[in-house]
């Protein structure tokens, strides 16, 4: 017998044995957080290029992104626009943040003014004939229920006979919260800081709106907090149309966000004191 032959022939048996069983095995799936930076995305190609990626936000609401007294973005979405500059760039410092309009920002993606709209953008129908969104949200909005700390009212079922809820005309909401509390009283103002003003000069018990204002409310009186929130509306960051690399890196970098803790531990920072949890 040929023992050189055999051995060859076992050899071969053995590297190919390990490769044929793994073939029929089906491919990991990636772990969140390890996608790599895709030249692919031209997004992404402009933002290595230049060495920071420019972030369109309005700087409308406190709390979420706004400048401090020093000129410094602050904020829950400056904190994720950090994040973000620091898993493609290695350094969070690497962001800059451009002032945005709901007139403007659309334009400026598509001028490549911006990179990303990192703000309280939901998504629709004609907003997507103009952007790709994110499928992993950033935040989840609605209109909920502001109230002084210590009030009893905690939802929707302490809107009772008597109740003077506070509210904002411009709210499409309200048709439904007064579906569901019925026999509350319903004072309606002009806007945000004057039905806020009246809660605070006990003209109500309740002031309802979007929740984004009633952060920004709550941030402005330590006294009041959010106790519910009773529609939803989830925000997502538009990306370039088309730019569908960039928009599945945005999902990978904030299903990791999530999945480790991080999304959050930022939403707590923000939002916590302000009644995050009940909202």
């Given at each position: 017998m040929n023992t050189s032959r055999i051995a060859i022939a076992?050899?071969?048996l053995g590297l190919a044995g390990p490769a044929c069983v793994h073939a029929d095995m089906p491919a990991a799936a990636p772990q969140a957080g390890t996608q790599p930076p895709s030249d692919s995305?031209?997004?992404?190609?402009?933002i290595k290029e230049r060495g920071k990626i420019l972030v369109g936000n309005k700087f409308g609401f406190q709390t979420f992104n706004y400048k401090n007294a020093t000129g410094r973005n602050e904020g829950y979405m400056a904190d994720l626009a950090r994040a973000l500059a620091k898993r493609i760039l290695g350094d969070e410092s690497k962001v800059e943040f451009r002032q945005t309009t709901d007139e403007t920002r659309f334009e400026m993606l598509a001028r490549n003014e911006i990179d990303v709209i990192l703000d309280i953008t939901p998504s629709s129908a004609e907003k997507l004939m103009h952007v790709d969104f994110t499928e992993e949200e950033i935040f989840r909005s609605g209109s909920g229920l502001l109230v002084k700390k210590g009030s009893p009212i905690k939802g929707l079922k302490d809107l009772r006979k008597g109740t003077r809820v506070l509210y904002v005309m411009e709210n499409k909401d309200i048709d439904k919260l007064k579906a569901l509390a019925p026999e509350a009283t319903y004072i309606p103002f002009d806007d945000s800081k004057q039905a806020f003003a009246?809660?605070?000069?006990?003209?109500?018990?309740?002031?309802?709106?979007?929740?984004?204002?009633?952060?920004?409310?709550?941030?402005?009186?330590?006294?009041?907090?959010?106790?519910?929130?009773?529609t939803d509306k989830p925000y997502y960051i538009a990306v370039r149309k088309g730019d569908s690399e960039m928009r599945e890196y945005l999902d990978d970098f904030l299903r990791s966000m999530k999945a480790s803790g991080e999304y959050n531990r930022l939403f707590q920072k923000w939002f916590g004191p302000l009644g995050g949890d009940a909202a």
């Open positions: 076992v050899l071969a995305s031209p997004t992404m190609a402009r009246a809660l605070k000069a006990a003209k109500g018990e309740v002031f309802t709106q979007v929740v984004t204002h009633l952060y920004r409310a709550a941030s402005q009186d330590p006294n009041y907090t959010v106790v519910n929130r009773f």
